[in-house]
C-alpha cells in the first residue's frame, strides 16, 4: 500500500484512516449520538472505530436482522448503531457484566431515545447465554465484543443461538497483535487463538477476517 505513498513515513496511517472515514457520513460519534463516558476516559481509547460501527450497520442492513445479540456493551455506542440499524420493529439484546459500564450505557440509550429497542442484561455471560438458550430464541446476528480471554469457550454456545444462513461478527481478532505472535502472551490472546483454531475446524461455515480496527472476523453460519 506504501508503493505510491509520497509523505513521510511516520503520515501513512493518519493519511490512510483520513481516506477511509473521508466517505462516512460522521466524524466522531458525538456527531452522532450524545454520549456519557466513563470518567477520565475518551471514547477513541476503548470504543470501536467509524468504519467498523458503520460496517456493523450496513451488515445488520444488508441481512435485513431484527433480531440481534451484541456481548460485551461498554457504553452502548455499538449499541446504539445496531438498535438504529434493526429499525422500529427491531430488537438487540446486549449483555455486559460490568455495572458501571452497564449504568453508562442505559444512559446511553434513555439520552439517544433507544431504549425501547435495546434489552441490556447486566450479567456474566455465562448466565446470560443459559437464560437466552431457555428463552429458545435465535438472532438473526451476533456481534461478539467481549472478554476476548473468553472468545473460545463462548464461540459455540453462541454459534448455537444463531440461525442457519446468519452472521456472526467477532471483534478484536488481532489483540492489539499479540494474536501475531507464534504464542500469545496474554489471556486475552490465547483466547482469541482458541477461538481461531476452532473455526478453523467448521469447514462448512464461511468466514473471513477483515482488518478493520483491531481485526474483525464475519462467520457465516451454514443452514
Not at 78 to 102: C, K, M, N, P, Q
Not at 121 to 135: A, E, F, K, M, Y
Request: aromatic content about 8%; overall charge negative.
Amino acid at each position: 500500500m506504501k508503493q505510491f505513498f509520497k509523505g513521510a513515513e511516520a503520515d501513512f496511517y493518519s493519511q490512510l484512516e483520513r481516506v477511509t472515514t473521508s466517505v462516512l457520513p460522521i466524524k466522531s460519534v458525538h456527531d452522532k449520538w450524545d454520549i456519557q463516558l466513563k470518567a477520565g476516559v475518551t471514547y477513541e481509547t476503548l470504543g470501536s472505530d467509524l468504519s467498523g460501527l458503520h460496517f456493523l450497520q450496513l451488515l445488520v442492513r444488508l441481512g435485513q436482522c431484527k433480531h440481534v445479540l451484541e456481548v460485551g456493551t461498554y457504553i452502548g455506542v455499538s449499541t446504539l448503531f445496531l438498535a438504529e440499524a434493526v429499525g422500529e420493529d427491531g430488537r438487540v439484546v446486549t449483555v455486559e457484566v460490568g455495572e458501571e459500564f452497564a449504568n453508562i450505557a442505559r444512559e446511553n440509550f434513555r439520552r439517544n431515545g433507544l431504549l425501547d429497542r435495546i434489552e441490556l442484561i447486566h450479567s456474566d455471560v455465562n448466565l446470560s447465554l443459559t437464560s437466552l438458550r431457555q428463552r429458545a430464541q435465535l438472532f438473526d446476528m451476533i456481534f461478539l465484543d467481549g472478554d476476548k480471554a473468553s472468545y473460545g469457550r463462548l464461540l459455540r454456545p453462541l454459534l448455537d443461538l444463531l440461525r442457519p444462513g446468519r452472521m456472526m461478527l467477532i471483534d478484536d481478532i488481532f489483540c492489539n497483535g499479540d494474536t501475531l505472535n507464534p504464542e500469545p502472551e496474554t489471556d486475552k490472546g490465547q483466547g482469541v487463538r482458541d477461538m481461531l483454531a476452532q473455526i478453523a475446524t467448521l469447514p462448512q461455515h464461511v468466514r473471513v477476517i477483515l482488518p478493520y480496527g483491531n481485526g474483525q472476523l464475519l462467520l457465516l453460519k451454514p443452514t
